[in-house]
C-alpha cells in the first residue's frame, strides 16, 4: 500500500467543506487567509492534516486528531469563521442568516466521514488528491497548486506522474 496512516493516537476523518456560492473562486483567490485560518486553529486545537485539497468553491481534508478528540466541529467552524472574517462583505445574504448575523460565505454544514481503515485512508487520500483532475481543473495531480500531493510527491509517496493515465478516477469508492 502506498499510503500508511499516520501513527498518531486518534480518530481520522475525512471533510468536505463547501462555500454557499458553489461558482465561487473564493478558496483559491484568498488562499493564504484560508492558510493563516487554518494554522491559528491548529495552534489553539491541535490536528494533523494527513491530506487537503482546495477547490476554488470547495475543500476535502483529512485529519487526525488528538486521542480522545472528537471535536472537529469546532475546528470548522473556527477555520471558515476566521477565513469570513478577513474578507470584506460582498456575499449575498438569505433572510435567514441576516437574522442569525451570520456571513454568507460558507454552507453551513460540512460532511464528514470518519476513516475505518488502511484502505479506506488510502482511497479518501487518492480522492483528495485526484479531485483537482476529476472538476477539470488540470490534467495531473501534481499541477494543481493548492494540494498536498507535493508535499507526498517530496516525500517519494507518489510520484509527480502518479494517477496520469487510463482507468484512473474511482479509487474503489463503493467496492467491498
Known amino acids: 500500500m502506498r499510503y500508511r496512516r499516520a501513527n498518531i493516537p ?11 456560492e458553489r461558482k465561487s473562486g473564493l478558496l483559491v483567490e484568498h488562499i493564504e487567509n484560508l492558510r493563516a485560518s487554518v494554522r491559528r ?7 494533523v492534516i494527513e491530506a487537503m485539497v482546495v477547490m476554488p468553491d470547495h475543500l ?22 476566521g477565513f469570513s472574517r478577513q474578507l470584506a462583505p460582498s456575499e449575498r445574504l438569505s433572510a435567514s442568516r441576516k437574522s442569525k448575523s451570520e456571513r454568507g460565505i460558507w454552507q453551513r454544514r460540512f460532511w464528514e466521514h470518519l476513516i475505518r481503515d488502511d484502505l479506506d485512508f488510502a ?7 485526484y479531485n483537482p ?9 501534481a499541477d494543481w497548486p493548492f494540494s498536498s500531493i507535493h508535499r507526498y510527491v517530496d516525500h ?11 482507468g484512473f478516477g474511482t479509487f474503489g469508492f463503493g467496492e467491498r
Open 10 to 20: 486518534g480518530a481520522c476523518y475525512f471533510f468536505t467543506v463547501n462555500l454557499a
Open 41 to 47: 486553529v491548529q495552534t489553539a486545537h491541535p490536528f
Open 60 to 81: 476535502h481534508s483529512l485529519w487526525t486528531l488528538p486521542q480522545g478528540d472528537r471535536d472537529f466541529s469546532t475546528r470548522w467552524g473556527l477555520i471558515k469563521a
Open 123 to 129: 482511497r479518501h487520500v487518492d480522492y483528495i488528491h
Open 133 to 141: 483532475v476529476k472538476h477539470g481543473y488540470v490534467l495531473r495531480p
Open 156 to 166: 517519494n509517496i507518489v510520484d509527480e506522474n502518479w494517477a496520469c493515465g487510463d
